[in-house]
């Protein structure tokens, strides 16, 4: 069975997504990658959607969905990417690794239409650094 590894933000619109999306990407069929949110919602930002496009990832058909939904099974990493879900984060069954790598909400930019999408765009890029990072690592494991 594939290992899960779930990614927590507190609204499950943003932040958690683009986790998700990058990891996938770069794990394929090594683990099962989820998002979710200690209060989720209810959709996932229509930038989230449109910065992660622009790099090749669809997410269009992600939902946003409460870390309730994963209490009742093995879970072995939890990656926490802002500080209210690193508080809110219960301890999940199988839980063998947490790691805690907290990213400004890009849904809570203001300005102008461009700054916000930029903003959008930045997080995504540092996002993207970090968990693919995090995937390198994770493959060279399991070639090991």
């Known amino acids: 069975m594939k290992p899960t590894i779930l990614i927590l933000c507190t609204g499950n619109s943003c932040r958690s997504h683009l986790g998700e ?3 996938r990407a770069a794990l394929g069929e090594l683990a099962n990658v989820q998002s979710a949110g200690s ?3 209810g959709y996932v930002h229509p930038l989230a959607i449109k910065v ?3 790099a090749g990832i669809d997410i269009s058909g992600h939902r946003s969905k409460h870390l309730k939904e994963f209490l009742e099974q093995p879970v072995t990493t939890v990656i926490t990417v802002c500080g209210n879900a690193d508080q809110a984060c219960p301890i999940f069954p199988g839980q063998l690794n947490r790691h805690h790598w907290p990213f400004f909400d890009p849904a809570k930019a203001t300005g102008s239409e461009e700054e916000i999408l930029k903003c959008f765009r930045s997080i995504r890029d540092e996002i993207r650094r970090v968990f693919e990072a995090y995937a390198d690592g994770l493959r ?3 070639k090991r």
């Open 52 to 54: 992660m496009a622009e």
């Open 39 to 41: 209060n989720p919602t």
């Open 21 to 23: 999306g990058f990891l």
């Open 140 to 142: 060279d494991a399991a």
